[in-house]
């Protein structure tokens, strides 16, 4: 739609910039639904379709790790999650000096890694720059074998970390945490867990800890749509995040999905999961359908290998590398005011400005200048869509199919995608393109899909259809159990009403329960760098408590109701920051636009659950400089 005239003058740049804007509001009108988030299943409380989230990678002959755990055992710190964050916070603990037997990491998984013990399908890899995502690389001494890391690696890595801080044997899989019961005579946590091993029985056991992590993280629920006719396929079918190596062939370290040469495949999605799974497929499908209803925008990956040169001379040996390049990496995404000098990552999410939309920057917006920093966003944003948009057509050979895969809404409005061979894969003769403008499929039947007026015999159907949306209840609905707190107030309850905390990591009424993320503290597009400063940030605060207390002395720590209430009026100060994510096209972080159609009450609690405003670096330099203090100011001390 742009041309070098237009460019040139700024009276045709205006009227084109409102022209994409019209473009981006008839797009998203397409896309809007009435039942919003409802059109999904969440997989988690479906007894119906409950075999998409069987977990394909545990050995049903082997034991769970912590099968032999007593009912009624005592430990200083349970930590709820096994993937880097949950390692992150033990790791973290362990400096902070807490005694690597104090501690025990709980998960539903069968072993560490989290989100990469889930995903193992082909093609899979991290989408952010391995150097900054793997943490704890200074310590290990690891090198990355490429610039963003394939899932086999990271997931190793995560065993890896266990292995080099004696966590392999701290640690209870295929065990889910039900409930928590905060104890105020004892000042401790009950826990009730159920361990479901793989074709064994289940076992409901309880132990208490006096101190519990919520690190379960923020994508780890599956979810499929409402469609009509779901229970009628008669074909195979599997999510993603339970790929099905058995009828495909290949194997997580191998892609070679040869038993699906004379298949007919149909996968339903094309985010962040699908543009990765999906040019694997199509060097295996005999035919493979690709059905459609949003866009990705799809930027330059420029995968490759580490440069072992570079890593030796430039990176390893210098101390504090990681954080140095990580601090970088968040400073990139302002939309005003200078950068570092140095864009040490350089690649396309460290050139996004405008993904200061959705993280924050430290740009003062208030009611009067609100859509002057909305329109501001907008003009760093064009450009960058327009090259992505631009990029489909010098790719795609099929004009028609071009315009199909092009995104119409601004970048920040859904998770940015990143490949070198999504695209090209549609070039093929074997792989059809079916953009349903928006709706979604209309029906399974017994043989197929219809979908965009037409229908598709398949024998194999792939749900890349997501996880539940992270901006979903709170820490503890995140991680599918109930915390009950102080006065028997359920922390679901106290975080419908509003979210109150302390820097994101501690609410009152819930002494020695911790929460790293998201909800009031900072955010980046490293996930794993805002999970490592919160367990270093969490470890301080448990360590500092531990040394207030006499031996063998048991505490509760929790804010004080002023320091919350003054943490809860800065996150709603600087939420006027997000107003950007208004009005975009319908995606799971703003719950199918859910967010936008609240009355001014609902607005005003989502507000209240955002994220630090000020951008990531200004959310570390208040945290760091309350730390600095040594005081523990807002924070109450109870001693047994």
Not at 555 to 570: G, H, I, L, R
Request: proline share 5%; with cysteine.
């Amino acid at each position: 739609m742009s041309s070098d005239a237009e460019s040139a003058n700024p009276a045709l740049a205006a009227a084109f910039a409102v022209q994409v804007q019209q473009k981006y509001a008839q797009e998203r009108e397409k896309r809007l639904r009435a039942d919003g988030n409802e059109q999904y299943i969440d997989l988690s409380y479906s007894d119906k379709f409950k075999h998409f989230r069987d977990d394909p990678w545990v050995d049903p002959d082997a034991p769970p790790a912590g099968a032999n755990v007593p009912s009624g055992s005592r430990y200083k710190v349970l930590i709820l999650g096994a993937g880097f964050g949950g390692l992150l916070s033990a790791v973290r603990l362990i400096e902070a000096g807490i005694d690597v037997n104090d501690i025990r990491l709980v998960d539903t998984a069968g072993g560490f890694g989290g989100t990469w013990y889930w995903n193992r399908f082909p093609g899979l890899m991290c989408d952010v720059e391995s150097y900054i995502y793997m943490p704890l690389l200074e310590e290990t001494g690891y090198m990355p074998k490429h610039r963003y890391s394939y899932g086999p690696e990271l997931r190793g890595y995560a065993n890896l970390i266990a292995e080099k801080w004696n966590l392999a044997d701290k640690a209870l899989f295929q065990t889910e945490v039900r409930h928590l019961g905060w104890d105020d005579t004892t000042k401790e946590w009950v826990v009730n867990l159920t361990q479901m091993p793989k074709g064994g029985e289940e076992r409901e056991f309880e132990v208490q800890s006096q101190f519990v992590i919520l690190a379960s993280g923020v994508l780890n629920h599956p979810k499929i749509p409402k469609i009509p006719g779901l229970e009628e396929f008669q074909g195979h079918s599997f999510h993603t995040s339970r790929w099905d190596y058995a009828y495909t062939g290949g194997s997580p370290t191998n892609p070679s999905l040869e038993k699906l040469k004379d298949k007919r495949v149909g996968i339903i999605g094309t985010g962040a999961t699908a543009i990765q799974a999906i040019p694997q497929l199509a060097k295996w499908a005999k035919h493979l359908y690709v059905f459609q209803r949003t866009p990705s925008s799809i930027d330059v990956r420029d995968q490759r290998p580490t440069d072992e040169q570079w890593w030796s001379e430039e990176v390893q040996g210098q101390r504090g590398w990681q954080r140095k390049r990580n601090l970088n990496f968040a400073a990139q995404f302002v939309d005003t005011g200078p950068k570092p000098e140095d864009n040490l990552v350089n690649d396309g999410w460290s050139k996004f400005d405008s993904y200061s939309a959705q993280v924050g920057s430290p740009t003062l917006v208030t009611m009067e200048t609100m859509a002057q920093h909305i329109a501001a966003l907008h003009a760093l944003d064009l450009p960058r869509q327009e090259r992505i948009r631009a990029r489909v057509d010098a790719i795609i050979d099929d004009k028609a199919v071009a315009a199909k895969l092009k995104a119409w809404y601004p970048g920040w409005c859904k998770r940015p995608c990143f490949h070198d061979d999504y695209l090209i894969a549609f070039n093929q003769p074997n792989v059809t393109l079916v953009d349903t403008d928006g709706r979604g499929i209309d029906a399974l039947t017994p043989a197929g899909v219809r979908a965009a007026g037409a229908e598709f015999p398949l024998d194999v159907l792939i749900f890349s259809t997501g996880f539940r949306s992270p901006t979903l209840g709170s820490s503890a609905g995140k991680a599918n159990l109930t915390v009950i707190g102080r006065g028997g107030q359920s922390l679901e309850d106290k975080w419908t009403q509003g979210v109150s905390t302390l820097h994101g990591v501690l609410s009152r009424g819930f002494p020695n329960l911790f929460f790293p993320g998201l909800s009031q503290s900072g955010v980046t597009a490293n996930y794993t760098f805002i999970m490592d400063s919160l367990a270093r940030h969490v470890a301080f605060i448990l360590a500092a408590t531990k040394a207030q207390a006499a031996t063998g002395q048991r505490v509760a720590v929790e804010p004080s109701p002023e320091a919350e209430q003054a943490w809860t009026m800065q996150i709603l100060a600087r939420a006027i920051s997000f107003a950007g994510m208004s009005g975009c096209t319908p995606n799971y972080i703003n719950r199918e636009c859910e967010l936008d159609r609240g009355s001014n009450e609902e607005q005003m609690r989502t507000a209240q659950s955002a994220p630090w405003g000020d951008g990531f670096a200004s959310y570390l330099d208040v945290i760091e400089g309350w730390r600095a203090k040594g005081d523990l100011e807002g924070v109450v001390i109870t001693a047994v």
